[in-house]
């Protein structure tokens, strides 16, 4: 079974859904050390079977695999359909529709499925926890579990159900939080705080990741006892990464100046570059993931092929502006610089 406390350098490349998680930039990552992340989200259960695959024909190396655990919407036909057509003048602008709403737990059993055949040397889950038989099978096939807290109570059901490691999610995460429930506000508590509760409560493992940005950061928390450290945004820039052309222009254009938390993109609270989009529809947008998702896909696509960053989402950490270019091995070379 991997053990985190065996990597060579102790950061892990957050699973990145959407496009900037690739096999290469995961093996990349693992070839340097670290542990790359593969980001199973959106994606059908072949595509995933297929990247686990690609990956390992360009890394001999332990790398991880990325849930979407389902819940039940909050959303109803009602406020999605207010917020449709809140949206139709921006879809009307770029001569498409609004998606439609649909029931999806994005392929969870198939994926599994893959999982337990594959094994990957980790599974994380974000978004809520597996239960015990989900994890207790995943154990079983000596793939080793982590899932995503954003807070003390969260751990404890996690540690409940038999989870062996937890990565704690702070609140200047990019992308979406982890919050199990879709309807609650995400909790605020800095990393620091929340590493302290949890590390007061528990001896299982703790992976730290929100913000995790520079070598510093990076030092802070492995010196407060995680057992390592989890950076997305650090490898937004990265050659290896699937991150667009837009996405990579947005995050070093001087006109962006912060991100804020938002849920008009998706309906669920996720951290990105604040632009007109999150501008003009946060006040309206409703809780509902994965339905708000699937309204705005059409206009974000149509918005990225039109290379406009203030139509899409951006998914950054707040401490997005010390990040940089370079190779995934250069990166983490980077990162690493001041563990000690
Ligand atoms: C573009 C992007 C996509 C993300 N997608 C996922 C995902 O698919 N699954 C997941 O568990 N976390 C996802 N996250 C959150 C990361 O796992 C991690 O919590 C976050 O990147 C840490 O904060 P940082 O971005 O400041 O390093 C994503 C983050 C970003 C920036």
Redesign the pocket.
Known sequence: MFDFRALRVPIVQ????????TPELAAAVSNAGALGFL?A?YRSADALDEQIHRTRLITGEAFGV?L?VPQPSVATAETLAAYAAELAPDAAGHSVETGVPHPDDDAWAEKLDVLLALRPAVA???FGSPDAETIGRLGDAEVLVTV?VTSLAEAQIALSNGAPVL?L??P?????R?TFDPAADPPSDDLDTLFGSIHHYTDAPLVA?????TPAAIAHVLARGAVAA?????F?LAREAG?TAVQRAALVDEQFTDTAVTRAFSGRPA?GLLNDFMRRHDPAAPLGYPEVNQLTMPLRAAATAAGDPHGTNV??????RSIRSGSAAEIVRHLAKEIV
């Open positions: 957050a699973p990145m859904a959407g496009g900037p998680s980001a989200g990325n979407f994380s889950f974000t995503t990565v999610q702070g200047l995460a990019g992308g979406h982890g990741a929100g913000g995790l940005t989890q950076a997305g945004t650090a937004l991150t951290r998914w950054a950490g707040a401490d997005y």
